[in-house]
């Protein structure tokens, strides 16, 4: 395993009412004019200095996993309407329950503060998971948060930020592991579509979309981002664990990723070696999880083991 070196970064703030949200430690990186200390870390993937006017709210949490007080706070653009940020609060407040959520299938929350930045750019386009704070870029009519998205990027505080790809190949850890926490709250909070069926849904899809291999992505940064094979092939194959493994031992796989890559990075053979140990499988079925995960992972076609295989 690949440890980062930790990094200290320092930023000067020249101009006045400008608020700053370090990374870490809230207290003492909030607003004002001056030196800001970003914060000592061993993980730098997306730990971000955010500067801009914002309503900053502070509070705190309990991971009730974990046992830890996580300070809290959400960062909505002052230039929007009231009504605009009022909602955006809204769906920041429930940080807290997602958090809980997804620390009972991830294991603690792997950092000190969590909170939300809603701005108000919606040029940029994209929702970025920031560091102990996801980024919504909001609408043409306002900061907006969304749901299903904040529970996405929250997710990737410990898949993706906390646990790091070692190379850009390896994304499809982040976003499958995001994709399948998004499925599973959509369906906690009462959408029809269970994990079983996304998977079966994903694994119906047309023989064309499986022709570029998550892992490999033809080499191609434009497939960085390819919804099918970063997004919910990647998704489609942790759910496809999580039923060959069972509930109790597909968490001790999210744990024992923790335990080992925390603030580092994991590449293929990490994670395969990651999933084996927790499978509890032996002999022949323990080979066949190996090929489970290459074909999902390498074959540049639809893979041929499912669950129902196991
Ligand atoms: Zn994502």
Redesign the pocket.
Known sequence: MAKAAAQDVQFDLTSKGIDFLGYKALRGILGGIGKSNFGSHDTPYLATGTVGRFDVETGAMTDRTGGATIATFTAIDSAGAPARKEEARRAAGRIPALVNFLSRRLGPYPFGTVGVVADWVPSVGYVL?NQTKPHFPGTRKGPYVGSSTLA??LA?QWM?DSISPARWSAIWF??GW??LMEVTLDHAEGARQTPRRYFRTVYRSAPRRWRIAPARLDGDPRQLFNSFVV?NRPGAMLQGLRMILGNDRFRALARDLADRYAGGNIDRPGFLAATKRASGLRGRKLRRLGDYVRQWLLWERRPRLTPADF
């Open positions: 998971e996405h990027e990737h993706g982040n976003e995001a994709t997004y």
